[in-house]
């Protein structure tokens, strides 16, 4: 079954360093994986994707994911945290071979910085 | 391009009440997808369209709700009746089935059933 599991709801980390969101996944055929940014009261917004060649990926705001797929994993990463990273981020993952090319999305994982 | 279009951003409304919310797809995407989110429940899938057929409803809770996708640029969301229990953000979204993949949500409509 197609799945995606965020194993931290809630992940803090000090401005200025270095930041990782988890993720790992399950599908069927090659993943299409996708990173999500919610502020609040706001709708998702898309920060990046891996759909083939270099598994490291770069999208908005600095932020890339590096895509492993022995682990199944599609970690979100930033060199440098900002207070103004602090959001709600969801992993999800399309099965464009099975499944009618649905999304799946993780349970999400609260990011907060601290000044 | 807009982006996806959602309204109304608010809705409050009283129980047994008919709620109507609208989406606008980004112009050439082929999918359509309805959420929930909740606090407890988080985010939802209710259910999605390709070329403006349903694939997959097994995520709409009840018979209160339907989805129609009556053309490429506009879908509604229905519950009749309303109930405390669908109080929630309903958030839009749309995607290409091919080239980019990835899918853009709309602002979302937050609704309350008192």
């Known amino acids: 079954a197609q799945s995606v599991a965020q194993p931290e709801d809630q992940v803090n980390v000090a401005e200025g360093n270095p930041l990782t969101v988890k993720c790992t996944y399950s599908v069927s055929g090659n993943p299409y994986l996708f990173w999500y940014v919610q502020y609040p009261n706001r709708g998702l917004q898309f920060l990046l994707k891996?759909?083939?060649?270099?598994?490291l990926v770069k999208g908005s705001y600095g932020f890339e994911a590096e895509f492993n797929k022995s682990q199944t994993s599609f970690h979100l990463k930033k060199p440098s945290a900002l207070v103004s990273d602090s959001a709600l981020y969801f992993c999800?993952?399309?099965?464009?071979?099975?499944?009618?090319?649905?999304?799946?999305f993780g349970t999400g994982t609260s990011l907060t910085v601290i000044p | 391009d807009a982006g996806v279009i959602q309204s109304p951003r608010h809705e409050v409304t009283e129980m047994g009440q008919e709620v109507t919310l609208r989406c606008k797809p980004i112009?050439?995407?082929?999918?359509l997808f309805w959420y929930r989110q909740t606090m407890m429940r988080g985010l939802e899938l209710l259910i999605y369209f390709n070329n403006n057929v349903p694939i997959d409803d097994s995520g709409m809770p009840e018979d209160r709700f339907s989805a129609k996708m009556p053309n490429a640029s506009f879908s509604t969301l229905k519950i009749q009746p309303s109930e405390p229990r669908d109080s929630a953000v309903y958030f839009c979204?749309?995607?290409?089935?091919?080239?980019?993949?990835?899918?853009?949500f709309g602002p979302g409509t937050r609704l309350t059933v008192t």
């Open positions: 999800a993952v399309r099965d464009m071979a099975n499944t009618g090319n649905q999304f799946y």
């Open positions: 112009s050439g995407h082929d999918y």
């Open positions: 979204a749309s995607s290409a089935g091919t080239g980019s993949y990835e899918q853009y």
């Open positions: 891996y759909i083939t060649g270099d598994n």
